[in-house]
Protein backbone atom coordinates (compact mmCIF):
# COMPACT_ATOMS: atom_id res chain seq x y z
CA UNK A 1 0.00 0.00 0.00
CA UNK A 2 2.65 2.36 1.01
CA UNK A 3 4.64 1.82 -2.27
CA UNK A 4 1.25 2.14 -4.22
CA UNK A 5 0.81 5.63 -2.51
CA UNK A 6 4.22 6.71 -3.08
CA UNK A 7 4.50 6.22 -6.66
CA UNK A 8 0.59 7.81 -7.28
CA UNK A 9 1.95 11.48 -5.48
CA UNK A 10 5.42 11.23 -7.51
CA UNK A 11 3.25 10.67 -10.57
CA UNK A 12 1.31 13.64 -9.10
CA UNK A 13 3.95 15.54 -8.98
CA UNK A 14 5.52 14.97 -12.13
CA UNK A 15 2.63 15.78 -13.65
CA UNK A 16 1.94 18.78 -12.03
CA UNK A 17 5.75 19.85 -12.56
CA UNK A 18 5.02 18.99 -16.70
CA UNK A 19 1.86 20.99 -16.35
CA UNK A 20 3.68 23.96 -15.27
CA UNK A 21 6.76 23.86 -17.28
CA UNK A 22 4.20 23.95 -20.40
CA UNK A 23 2.23 26.61 -18.75
CA UNK A 24 5.43 28.70 -18.38
CA UNK A 25 6.59 28.41 -22.19
CA UNK A 26 3.21 29.14 -23.57
CA UNK A 27 3.35 32.39 -21.29
CA UNK A 28 6.82 32.91 -22.43
CA UNK A 29 6.07 32.73 -26.08
CA UNK A 30 2.86 34.71 -25.63
CA UNK A 31 4.34 37.13 -24.21
CA UNK A 32 7.76 37.82 -26.53
CA UNK A 33 8.43 38.66 -29.80
CA UNK A 34 7.06 42.13 -30.27
CA UNK A 35 9.83 44.07 -31.28
CA UNK A 36 10.50 46.89 -33.64
CA UNK A 37 12.35 46.38 -36.92
CA UNK A 38 15.96 46.51 -36.92
CA UNK A 39 16.73 47.73 -40.42
CA UNK A 40 15.59 50.99 -42.04
CA UNK A 41 12.44 51.40 -44.31
CA UNK A 42 11.83 54.22 -46.93
CA UNK A 43 8.34 56.28 -46.03
CA UNK A 44 5.55 55.77 -48.14
CA UNK A 45 5.53 59.58 -49.45
CA UNK A 46 9.46 58.65 -50.67
CA UNK A 47 10.74 59.06 -54.38
CA UNK A 48 13.18 56.87 -55.78
CA UNK A 49 14.99 57.18 -58.48
CA UNK A 50 15.39 54.06 -60.96
CA UNK A 51 16.24 53.80 -64.44
CA UNK A 52 16.68 57.93 -64.75
CA UNK A 53 13.62 58.06 -63.77
CA UNK A 54 11.85 59.55 -60.39
CA UNK A 55 9.31 57.61 -59.20
CA UNK A 56 7.08 57.86 -56.25
CA UNK A 57 7.70 54.79 -53.88
CA UNK A 58 4.19 53.82 -54.00
CA UNK A 59 3.79 53.84 -57.62
CA UNK A 60 6.74 51.62 -57.53
CA UNK A 61 5.30 49.08 -55.00
CA UNK A 62 2.08 48.95 -57.51
CA UNK A 63 4.02 48.67 -60.41
CA UNK A 64 5.70 45.22 -59.24
CA UNK A 65 3.14 43.92 -56.65
CA UNK A 66 3.24 39.75 -57.63
CA UNK A 67 0.32 38.28 -58.47
CA UNK A 68 -0.87 35.09 -57.09
CA UNK A 69 -3.18 32.49 -57.68
CA UNK A 70 -5.10 29.81 -55.89
CA UNK A 71 -5.62 26.22 -57.49
CA UNK A 72 -9.15 25.71 -58.42
CA UNK A 73 -10.38 23.21 -55.29
CA UNK A 74 -9.04 24.70 -52.19
CA UNK A 75 -10.39 25.72 -48.79
CA UNK A 76 -7.70 28.91 -47.75
CA UNK A 77 -9.81 31.51 -45.55
CA UNK A 78 -10.04 35.05 -46.93
CA UNK A 79 -6.74 37.02 -47.54
CA UNK A 80 -7.29 40.04 -45.87
CA UNK A 81 -4.64 42.46 -47.59
CA UNK A 82 -0.79 42.44 -48.70
CA UNK A 83 1.24 44.69 -46.53
CA UNK A 84 4.80 46.07 -48.26
CA UNK A 85 7.77 47.74 -46.88
CA UNK A 86 10.94 48.85 -49.03
CA UNK A 87 14.42 49.10 -48.39
CA UNK A 88 18.06 50.46 -49.50
CA UNK A 89 19.59 47.76 -50.10
CA UNK A 90 22.76 49.56 -51.90
CA UNK A 91 22.17 49.15 -56.06
CA UNK A 92 18.70 47.84 -55.71
CA UNK A 93 15.68 48.87 -53.58
CA UNK A 94 13.93 45.57 -52.14
CA UNK A 95 10.19 45.84 -52.33
CA UNK A 96 8.98 43.06 -49.22
CA UNK A 97 5.47 42.43 -49.89
CA UNK A 98 3.63 40.76 -46.60
CA UNK A 99 0.52 38.97 -47.52
CA UNK A 100 -1.71 38.37 -44.74
CA UNK A 101 -4.68 35.34 -44.50
CA UNK A 102 -7.22 35.75 -42.35
CA UNK A 103 -5.90 32.15 -41.11
CA UNK A 104 -4.58 28.96 -42.49
CA UNK A 105 -6.54 25.86 -42.25
CA UNK A 106 -5.11 22.29 -42.09
CA UNK A 107 -7.07 19.74 -43.61
CA UNK A 108 -7.50 17.74 -40.68
CA UNK A 109 -10.25 19.45 -37.97
CA UNK A 110 -8.37 18.31 -35.00
CA UNK A 111 -4.86 19.15 -36.31
CA UNK A 112 -5.64 22.27 -37.35
CA UNK A 113 -7.14 23.29 -33.83
CA UNK A 114 -3.81 22.30 -32.32
CA UNK A 115 -1.91 24.31 -34.70
CA UNK A 116 -4.30 27.20 -34.45
CA UNK A 117 -3.51 27.08 -30.41
CA UNK A 118 0.01 26.90 -31.24
CA UNK A 119 -0.20 29.75 -33.54
CA UNK A 120 -2.04 31.75 -30.93
CA UNK A 121 0.75 31.44 -28.05
CA UNK A 122 3.31 32.19 -30.84
CA UNK A 123 2.12 34.73 -32.88
CA UNK A 124 -0.67 35.92 -30.48
CA UNK A 125 -4.42 36.76 -31.13
CA UNK A 126 -6.02 37.45 -33.60
CA UNK A 127 -4.14 34.69 -35.47
CA UNK A 128 -3.00 35.80 -39.35
CA UNK A 129 -0.77 33.58 -41.44
CA UNK A 130 1.13 36.32 -43.48
CA UNK A 131 3.83 35.28 -46.04
CA UNK A 132 6.58 37.42 -47.96
CA UNK A 133 7.69 37.73 -51.19
CA UNK A 134 10.76 40.17 -51.84
CA UNK A 135 11.54 41.88 -54.65
CA UNK A 136 14.64 44.03 -55.71
CA UNK A 137 14.89 46.41 -58.16
CA UNK A 138 17.94 47.35 -59.97
CA UNK A 139 18.22 51.18 -59.47
CA UNK A 140 20.33 51.45 -62.93
CA UNK A 141 17.79 49.93 -64.91
CA UNK A 142 15.06 49.06 -63.30
CA UNK A 143 15.53 44.97 -63.97
CA UNK A 144 14.23 42.51 -61.15
CA UNK A 145 17.64 41.96 -59.67
CA UNK A 146 16.87 39.29 -56.93
CA UNK A 147 13.68 37.58 -55.84
CA UNK A 148 13.42 35.34 -52.27
CA UNK A 149 10.41 33.68 -51.16
CA UNK A 150 9.36 30.60 -49.70
CA UNK A 151 8.25 27.35 -51.49
CA UNK A 152 7.21 24.06 -49.88
CA UNK A 153 7.89 20.47 -49.56
CA UNK A 154 4.38 19.36 -50.46
CA UNK A 155 3.02 17.48 -53.37
CA UNK A 156 -0.32 18.81 -53.08
CA UNK A 157 -2.71 21.69 -51.85
CA UNK A 158 -3.81 19.13 -48.86
CA UNK A 159 -0.64 17.23 -47.69
CA UNK A 160 -0.35 17.28 -43.58
CA UNK A 161 2.78 17.56 -43.59
CA UNK A 162 5.20 20.21 -45.24
CA UNK A 163 8.57 21.98 -44.89
CA UNK A 164 8.84 25.41 -46.17
CA UNK A 165 11.77 25.90 -48.54
CA UNK A 166 13.95 28.88 -49.31
CA UNK A 167 13.94 29.86 -52.36
CA UNK A 168 16.13 32.70 -53.58
CA UNK A 169 16.32 33.82 -57.90
CA UNK A 170 19.67 35.94 -58.78
CA UNK A 171 19.97 37.89 -62.08
CA UNK A 172 23.23 36.74 -63.81
CA UNK A 173 24.15 38.43 -66.57
CA UNK A 174 21.18 37.66 -68.78
CA UNK A 175 19.54 34.47 -66.70
CA UNK A 176 18.21 34.51 -63.68
CA UNK A 177 19.62 31.63 -61.41
CA UNK A 178 17.06 29.81 -58.84
CA UNK A 179 18.85 28.28 -55.94
CA UNK A 180 16.58 26.14 -53.57
CA UNK A 181 17.80 25.31 -50.35
CA UNK A 182 16.97 22.10 -49.23
CA UNK A 183 16.94 20.64 -45.50
CA UNK A 184 19.64 18.34 -46.13
CA UNK A 185 22.18 20.87 -46.22
CA UNK A 186 22.18 20.68 -50.51
CA UNK A 187 21.08 23.06 -52.81
CA UNK A 188 19.16 22.63 -55.96
CA UNK A 189 19.95 25.16 -59.32
CA UNK A 190 18.23 25.82 -62.27
CA UNK A 191 17.42 28.89 -64.47
CA UNK A 192 13.88 30.27 -64.42
CA UNK A 193 12.06 33.03 -66.98
CA UNK A 194 11.10 36.50 -65.43
CA UNK A 195 9.78 38.59 -68.64
CA UNK A 196 7.49 40.64 -66.62
CA UNK A 197 7.68 43.58 -63.63
CA UNK A 198 4.39 41.56 -62.14
CA UNK A 199 5.80 37.75 -60.55
CA UNK A 200 3.18 35.12 -60.76
CA UNK A 201 2.96 32.97 -57.83
CA UNK A 202 0.62 29.80 -57.05
CA UNK A 203 0.13 29.10 -53.68
CA UNK A 204 0.78 25.24 -53.32
CA UNK A 205 -0.42 24.55 -50.09
CA UNK A 206 -3.17 25.40 -47.35
CA UNK A 207 -0.27 27.32 -45.13
CA UNK A 208 0.48 29.43 -48.46
CA UNK A 209 3.69 28.95 -49.78
CA UNK A 210 4.64 29.69 -53.50
CA UNK A 211 5.61 28.61 -56.61
CA UNK A 212 6.98 30.87 -59.21
CA UNK A 213 4.63 30.82 -62.36
CA UNK A 214 6.97 31.22 -65.16
CA UNK A 215 4.13 30.90 -67.89
CA UNK A 216 0.67 30.24 -68.13
CA UNK A 217 -0.76 27.45 -65.48
CA UNK A 218 -4.09 25.17 -65.92
CA UNK A 219 -3.70 24.44 -62.54
CA UNK A 220 -3.14 27.71 -60.13
CA UNK A 221 -6.82 29.22 -62.10
CA UNK A 222 -8.23 31.18 -59.38
CA UNK A 223 -6.70 34.86 -58.89
CA UNK A 224 -6.45 36.38 -55.37
CA UNK A 225 -7.57 40.39 -55.76
CA UNK A 226 -5.65 42.09 -52.94
CA UNK A 227 -4.99 45.89 -51.64
CA UNK A 228 -1.59 46.90 -51.15
CA UNK A 229 -1.11 48.63 -47.58
CA UNK A 230 2.10 50.11 -46.38
CA UNK A 231 3.33 48.14 -42.94
CA UNK A 232 3.33 50.49 -40.00
CA UNK A 233 6.07 49.49 -37.04
CA UNK A 234 2.83 48.97 -35.20
CA UNK A 235 1.58 46.09 -37.02
CA UNK A 236 4.97 44.94 -37.55
CA UNK A 237 5.01 44.95 -33.45
CA UNK A 238 1.25 43.49 -33.36
CA UNK A 239 2.04 40.60 -35.62
CA UNK A 240 5.18 39.44 -34.59
CA UNK A 241 6.37 39.78 -37.73
CA UNK A 242 10.32 39.24 -36.73
CA UNK A 243 9.18 35.72 -35.01
CA UNK A 244 8.11 34.91 -38.52
CA UNK A 245 9.51 33.99 -42.15
CA UNK A 246 11.68 36.55 -43.48
CA UNK A 247 14.43 37.41 -46.69
CA UNK A 248 17.49 39.42 -46.41
CA UNK A 249 16.19 41.72 -44.00
CA UNK A 250 16.13 40.41 -40.43
CA UNK A 251 14.66 41.58 -37.29
CA UNK A 252 17.14 41.37 -34.55
CA UNK A 253 15.35 39.68 -31.56
CA UNK A 254 16.64 39.69 -27.39
CA UNK A 255 17.89 35.86 -26.19
CA UNK A 256 14.94 35.11 -24.48
CA UNK A 257 13.13 35.51 -28.09
CA UNK A 258 15.38 33.21 -29.66
CA UNK A 259 15.56 30.89 -27.03
CA UNK A 260 11.89 30.64 -27.45
CA UNK A 261 11.91 30.15 -31.20
CA UNK A 262 13.78 26.98 -30.35
CA UNK A 263 10.98 25.90 -28.50
Excluded at 20 to 46: E, Q
Excluded at 96 to 112: K, S
Excluded at 148 to 172: C, G, K, L, V
Excluded at 181 to 197: D, E, G, M, P, W
Aim: charged residues 15%; proline residues 5%; glycine residues 4%.
Amino acid sequence: MYEFVKIAVISALSTGLLLILIITISALCFLIGNVPRSYPVLKPSDLVIVAGRTVALDQLISTFQPQLFLPTKNNSPPILTMWWEAIDAGNSIALVYHPVWQDERHPNPILHWLYYAYRAIVYGIPVRDIEYIQININYLDGSIQKVRYEASSAISYDDWIIQHISITINQIGSQYIETTALHNQTQKVRTVQINSQQLRFGITTWSHQFVLLEDGSEKYTVPVDVSLEYLTEENFIKYKLAQRSQGDFIARVGMIDRVANLL
